[in-house]
């Protein structure tokens, strides 16, 4: 699918006026999507277009036997409640919930209808599910994260010359209430490579651009929408800075990020597609575990190592999947 029939078709879904949708044609399926980043950024862009192209390869085609009502929260916690609200009252057959906020809203909304999730961390601890085996109730799905994640992350940041000794790990604690349990692996790493390790909590513009003043470490960001959506002030702080930094997502590297190591969250998206498709064909949520990553991506901007001064290993390049010259 091509940038432009994307962008049209967002235009189309978000123009539609909410009473118009409320009703479905008869015979067609009913799908909500809740997504926490912009609908019409790059990540938003790329998410919709592999989604629809994954349904359609199943069967489910929008507006032909599936209605799609999508909703985006653009990183704005009181909207996605908001839309998640909107989606519950449109009475959807099963609903996709992007992201961690996504999830936490719908299902305070929608308790009894099948939900599958994706882009989630640690969806146990959180309480989304019982066990990824035996998820129970009617929530199942993708996480983004795997415990080896965090320590490939650190591990990144000392095959950076010249060395780095010291990393502050960066993340709000209001939007990552995972963040201890990446925490701890970073700091077992941390250990094992003879580098320290320093919690940095950001929760606003300030805080963010105070990470600029601090030249004696490296940083590396955590997962969560925050981070995300304030991606740009992250950017420059650590740019002006001039120190190296590790990101979660392709997109801060796209965007002038050092590097990154992230799960391929088009990938989650075919999957999600093929949960969607059994739910709607009658498997029941609680049938189907909840699935850890398979598939990894690392990223490395070398036009931004070299304006840094910095020296990226021959052996980290090797196995880049993206170098951006």
Same mark, same amino acid.
């Given at each position: 699918m091509k940038r432009r029939d994307v962008l049209a078709l967002l235009g189309t879904a978000f123009a539609i006026p909410f009473?118009?949708?409320a009703q479905s044609p008869a015979g067609l399926r009913r799908l909500g999507v809740l997504t926490v980043t912009a609908a019409d950024d790059a990540i938003g862009q790329t998410r919709t277009a592999v989604l629809l192209e994954a349904l359609a390869a199943r069967g489910w085609k929008e507006q032909d036997n599936l209605q799609i009502d999508w909703r985006s929260g653009r990183g704005d916690r009181a909207l996605i409640a908001r839309l998640a609200g909107e989606l519950a009252a449109l009475n959807p057959d099963i609903l996709l919930a992007i992201g961690t906020p996504s999830v936490e809203e719908l299902r305070k909304r929608a308790?009894?209808?099948?939900?599958?999730?994706?882009?989630v961390t640690d969806p146990v601890g959180q309480g989304f599910v019982e066990s990824l085996a035996r998820p129970g109730g009617n929530i199942t799905g993708f996480t983004d994260f795997d415990g080896p994640m965090a320590g490939k992350w650190?591990?990144?940041?000392?095959?950076v010359s010249p060395k780095v000794s010291r990393v502050r790990v960066v993340y709000n604690p209001a939007t990552a209430p995972f963040?201890? %349990? !990446?925490?701890?692996?970073?700091?077992?790493a941390g250990r094992a490579l003879g580098v320290a390790v320093e919690a940095v909590t950001v929760t606003d513009?300030?805080?963010?651009?105070?990470?600029?003043?601090?030249t004696d470490s490296a940083l590396l960001v955590l997962p969560d929408f925050f981070t995300l959506a304030n991606r740009a002030r992250l950017l420059?702080?650590?740019?002006?800075?001039?120190v190296p930094a590790v990101y979660w997502s392709r997109t801060f590297v796209e965007e002038g990020g %050092? !590097?990154?190591?992230?799960?391929?969250?088009?990938?989650?998206?075919?999957?999600a597609a093929a949960y969607i498709d059994r739910i709607l064909k009658?498997?029941?949520p609680a049938d189907l575990p909840v699935q850890n990553p398979t598939k990894f991506e690392l990223a490395v901007n070398l036009k931004t190592a070299r304006a840094l001064g910095l020296t990226i290993s021959s052996s980290l390049l090797a196995i880049a999947d993206t170098v951006v010259e």
């Open positions: 009473a118009a949708r308790a009894s209808t099948p939900m599958v999730f994706a882009v650190l591990e990144m940041l000392t095959q963040a201890g %349990l !990446m925490l701890h692996t970073i700091e077992d513009v300030a805080s963010i651009a105070a990470l600029a003043g601090r420059a702080a650590a740019n002006e800075a001039r %050092l !590097m990154s190591y992230s799960t391929d969250s088009a990938e989650q998206m075919r999957q009658g498997t029941k």
